[in-house]
């Protein structure tokens, strides 16, 4: 089949996506929107964040509160010492009526869309055994079938020109034919450490946040190195979640957002092999 | 393929994505968490953790205690600080002199206790993290009866399942099942301040 553009191209559908993958993927998006949004309602109750077991209130590491300014209040964020007015976006929103409220996070981010701490928990632990369950099918799947073997392991080689790959990414340059079929070695690591790392780290400490669970198994609190250390991981690793899917829309936009749409939907990806190659 | 299911199949992606797009505009979603539907759906959840954490933590695990150093020195007040209200205000000018405990419900001794009959009986101290639902901890030394005493003396009836707390304010009263209390797990997470302490 030729393509139209360049003819000296012709088109490859490849089937990329396992109905395994596909299914796993969407599921996880839906949960971690909803716990993303619902955890940001709980990150409200108590805009701010701690190291060790318990809330030094006087020096958090992180804050979102409201500060007199003059006459004025207006929202102060304060991250390790460093402040700055976020009023508006996180610490304090002036309503039209010249009206404020003190909260975090805007509402139209949250889960409910309004000050409602039971809810957004229900939402929360709900979707994060959605999340885990669909999290432990997908791992199950990726060991017994090898996607994890062959599709995600970066061998050896790959590794040593990891160079080339970051300096092609750099330049938007991606891989074409051949080389398209596989996830390239940026893809592979980042992947890796978003199924392996990142969301085992969510689990555990949210684990740890849990009074019982703490009880029957304190070493939750030794990893983290107590709970409010565990809730400012958890939230700093759901940043890490959200720069990474950030970074996978504008990479599915950049190579192809149909293509790539299809490929997670039907499994059929279409890639561009040029004359020759095959 | 029949025309019905054909319905039902497009009336089911309908509703999901109205769904999920109202999820989306979390802002406006007042509604959905309404929803009863929605509400019993979530509902599961909460049974299946709270069976789950049955099933994972052993009965006798207790909280981890800590050092005297690492006690709060700001405990921040759990809800108010004062209680408005009358009734309470000429207890505590009396210093809680005449105020009772009630026990009662599915007991076999319903019981009334003063603050001298609690006092008289076997007391514990403990220094446990109070970890509030809103997200913060705080580490405070508890001294009281273990409840498991006071459940013993009045004798819990096999039919019960949840022992519900009614304090001085009117809206927290939370409630926990007696399978937490009745553990030495609940004796030691849920002893009863004494009222020497500042009341939170």
């Known amino acids: 089949m030729a393509d139209a553009d360049s003819p000296n191209e012709k088109r490859e559908i490849v089937y990329r996506h396992s109905g395994a993958v596909r299914i796993t993927h969407w599921a996880n998006v839906v949960a971690m929107l909803v716990l993303l949004m619902s955890g940001l309602q709980i990150f409200n109750a108590h805009p701010a964040l701690y190291l060790g077991s318990k809330s030094n209130f006087d020096d958090p590491l992180m804050s979102m509160r409201p500060m007199k300014h003059g006459e004025q209040v207006v929202g102060v964020t304060t991250i390790a010492g460093w402040s700055i007015d976020t009023t508006g976006i996180f610490g304090v929103a002036y309503m039209a009526d010249g009206d404020y409220q003190v909260r975090g996070f805007p509402w139209s981010v949250t889960l409910p869309g309004h000050r409602d701490l039971a809810t957004g928990r229900r939402w929360h632990f709900f979707f994060a055994w959605l999340f885990v369950i669909n999290g432990i099918a997908y791992l199950i799947y990726s060991l017994v079938s090898g996607h994890l073997r062959r599709d995600l392991a970066p061998g050896t080689s790959e590794l040593k020109h990891i160079g080339a790959a970051i300096w092609e990414h750099i330049r938007l340059k991606f891989p074409q034919g051949e080389e398209a079929k596989r996830y390239n070695v940026l893809q592979k690591l980042a992947y890796l450490l978003v199924a392996l790392i990142l969301l085992p780290l969510m689990l555990l400490t949210g684990l740890a946040m849990s009074p019982g669970m703490d009880a029957g198994y304190p070493f939750l609190l030794d990893m983290f190195g107590g709970r409010q250390s565990a809730r400012t991981i958890h939230f700093i690793a759901a940043g890490g979640i959200v720069l990474f899917v950030v970074v996978h829309l504008v990479m599915v936009l950049i190579t192809g957002v149909w293509n790539n749409l299809r490929s997670m939907i039907t499994g059929r990806y279409v890639i561009k092999v040029p004359e020759g190659q095959s | ?200």
């Open chain 2, 1 to 200: 393929m029949s025309a019905k299911a054909k319905l039902d199949r497009r009336g089911f992606l309908t509703r999901s994505l109205a769904v999920a797009s109202t999820a989306l505009l979390g802002g406006c979603d007042g509604e959905l968490s309404e929803q009863p539907w929605v509400k019993r759906i979530l509902d599961k959840a909460e049974t299946l953790t709270r069976v789950t954490q049955r099933a994972l933590i052993p009965a006798d695990a207790l909280a981890r205690e800590y050092s005297d150093a690492d006690i709060s020195k700001d405990f921040k007040a759990n809800g108010s600080t004062g209680v408005d209200d009358d009734e309470y205000r000429a207890l505590a000018a009396n210093g809680f002199a005449d105020w009772k405990l009630t026990v009662g419900g599915l007991v076999e001794t319903p019981l009334e206790l003063t603050l001298a009959d609690l006092r008289a009986m076997p007391a514990r101290t403990q220094i446990t993290r109070h970890d509030c639902v809103e997200g913060w901890s705080c580490i405070g030394k508890w001294t009281g009866v273990p409840l498991k005493a006071l459940l013993d003396k009045a004798g819990l009836k096999p039919s019960a399942r949840y022992i519900v707390f009614y304090c001085a304010e009117i809206s927290p009263r939370p409630a926990m099942t007696t399978a937490n209390i009745t553990s030495p797990w609940g004796s030691r997470t849920r002893s009863i301040p004494r009222p020497s302490l500042p009341m939170r």
